[in-house]
């Protein structure tokens, strides 16, 4: 076991070893995650399934067998790769951990398949920006953190929509260039999904998904939100109605922002989350709707391809 005196010491890269993550390695994993984010981290709820994941990668670096980071690889669907879960010891800061694993990762996700791979980080994390940069990963979208209190009211003009209205939704998501802007995607737990009708026809099968009408013709789409389901997130205990995704015409924004508010009543929860792009205009019927920020940041979304077989170069020095 290393000590804490030895931490700052310097080792060269054979010294470390980048494998996967086994169960006995939970302890050493937890103890990271305790120092992160004032100890409020979402990773030891989700050890279990990252443990048991059978077509990503959960890995950790080992240094003199201690585990010092860890980092994941998820595949969300053919050819959507995420990145997530990238930790490092705080007493191990500065040694280039984090770049190891950032670069491990990517070759991973390239020897195993193609597509688009992609991670979010906050606006003020300077050390991830300058990863990104490195490794060739575009910044595609930011988003912005916006909550407000349930309405005990009557929905106005929202509704659930049912399987068969899949044509007409993926028809108007289509022509927004508010989901263009969003880069197709929404977002469950700090994690983007992209948008496809595969998946659009999952959450209404479930019921997940509801319209808003254009104007006085409710027979005509005027907006849409995604919601998340319940019961499976990763922060314990939150009361909010979480919606992955909204948009609606300009001019049926606001009004479709406050119904949100009515309908997370209605599901019985205080409150109402969503995380939209930054566009002004959304952003403007939002507030006028009553919700408001209670982190003044932004999350960045990065994109970059992947390509089977191409791999990326590990920049670090022994």
């Known amino acids: 076991m290393i000590q ?54 959960f890995y950790v670096a080992d240094l003199h067998d201690q585990v010092i980071g860890v980092a994941k690889l998820t595949r969300f669907d053919d050819g959507e790769w995420w990145m997530e879960g990238l930790r490092v010891d705080p007493a191990f800061h500065g040694q280039g951990i984090a770049r190891i694993l ?134 314990a205990g939150d009361p909010s109605l979480k919606i992955a995704y909204f948009d609606a015409a300009d001019s049926e924004l606001a009004a479709a922002a406050r119904d949100l508010r009515r309908l997370a009543t209605g599901l019985h929860h205080d409150t109402v989350e969503l995380k939209p792009v930054q566009q002004p205009t959304l952003i403007a019927a939002l507030e006028s709707a009553g919700y408001g920020q209670d982190w003044d940041g932004e999350l960045c979304l990065f994109a970059r391809d992947v390509i089977l077989t191409l791999r990326a170069q590990v920049q670090n020095e022994d």
């Open 4 to 57: 804490p005196s030895d931490a700052v010491r310097t080792f060269t890269r054979a010294e470390l070893r980048i494998r996967p993550a086994q169960p006995e390695d939970r302890l050493a994993i937890e103890a990271i995650a305790a120092q992160t984010w004032d100890g409020e981290d979402y990773l030891p709820r989700v050890i279990n399934q990252w443990l048991s994941d059978p077509s990503g990668g």
């Open 102 to 235: 950032h670069h491990f990762v990517i070759n991973q996700a390239h020897w195993r398949g193609s597509g688009v791979l992609r991670f979010s980080t906050g606006s003020d994390n300077e050390a991830t920006f300058k990863l990104a940069r490195e490794s060739a990963f575009k910044l595609g979208a930011k988003f912005v953190h916006y909550f407000a209190g349930a309405l005990d009211e009557p929905l106005q003009g929202l509704r659930r929509l049912s399987f068969d209205d899949l044509p007409r939704v993926v028809d108007w998501l289509e022509g927004s260039e508010r989901f263009a802007l969003a880069q197709r995607s929404m977002e469950h737990d700090w994690t983007f999904h992209l948008i496809t009708p595969e998946k659009l026809g999952k959450r209404l099968a479930a019921g997940l998904v509801y319209g808003w009408p254009l104007g006085e013709d409710r027979a005509l789409l005027g907006g849409v939100a995604l919601l998340n389901p319940t019961g499976k997130e990763r922060f």
